[in-house]
């Protein structure tokens, strides 16, 4: 059934401007499993219209590019100094922790930032993924407090604030080659026997 009553319009953009947004707050903290059974924590950012950004951080595993131990160390180590960040803009002096996994890690983290004033103004730098979705940028300086008179945070040269053209999936019709020498003009029941070899 279809009512004007019921009926839901849009109103525009739920996610945030590319670019650098002031006066943003940390919404929310979440620490979950993906359905495949991998822990992440995903940071929401809001601004003063509701519009949100997001930054999800999953575990690092070795890979094509992370292969030794001391390379998933310093992926580890730059993953956590994102997250130093964010905590940095709440807590001025953040005692020392040493974590041995990531779910210790990303349950500290959670727990460190519920106790924190969440009135407190952000800066925050979003871009687009490559997927065209709006994220927070993992690039350089992403985020500070508004007290910050001289901000530290640029666009670099890899944040897109362009939504990216993503291709649309289409349905496509078979071409077909009149000039091919099998097509499917040819009957289904017509098949080629022994007879039709060459030799």
Do not use: H
Not at 51 to 75: F, G, R
């Amino acid at each position: 059934m279809y009512s004007t009553k019921t009926a839901i319009e849009s109103t525009g953009s739920v996610f945030m401007n590319a670019g650098i947004n002031d006066n943003v707050t940390l919404s929310n903290v979440e620490v979950a499993k993906s359905p495949t059974g991998k822990d992440f924590i995903r940071f929401t950012f809001s601004d003063a219209d509701g519009k949100t950004a997001e930054m999800t951080e999953w575990k690092n595993e070795k890979s094509m590019y992370v292969k030794t131990d001391a390379e998933l160390q310093k992926e580890d180590d730059r993953q956590f100094g994102r997250i130093m960040q964010i905590i940095k803009c709440y807590i001025s002096e953040v005692p020392d922790v040493e974590l041995n996994s990531f779910i210790d890690m990303i349950n500290w983290v959670k727990t460190t930032l519920n106790g924190v004033n969440k009135d407190t103004k952000l800066r925050l730098k979003v871009v687009y993924d490559n997927k065209g979705f709006i994220r927070v940028s993992k690039n350089g300086i992403f985020v500070e407090p508004m007290t910050v008179q001289e901000s530290r945070i640029v666009l670099t040269g890899r944040d897109k604030t362009i939504r990216p053209d993503i291709p649309v999936d289409k349905e496509e019709t078979p071409k077909i080659d009149p000039l091919s020498a099998v097509n499917d003009a040819t009957p289904a029941d017509e098949t080629n026997s022994d007879d039709d070899l060459p030799f």
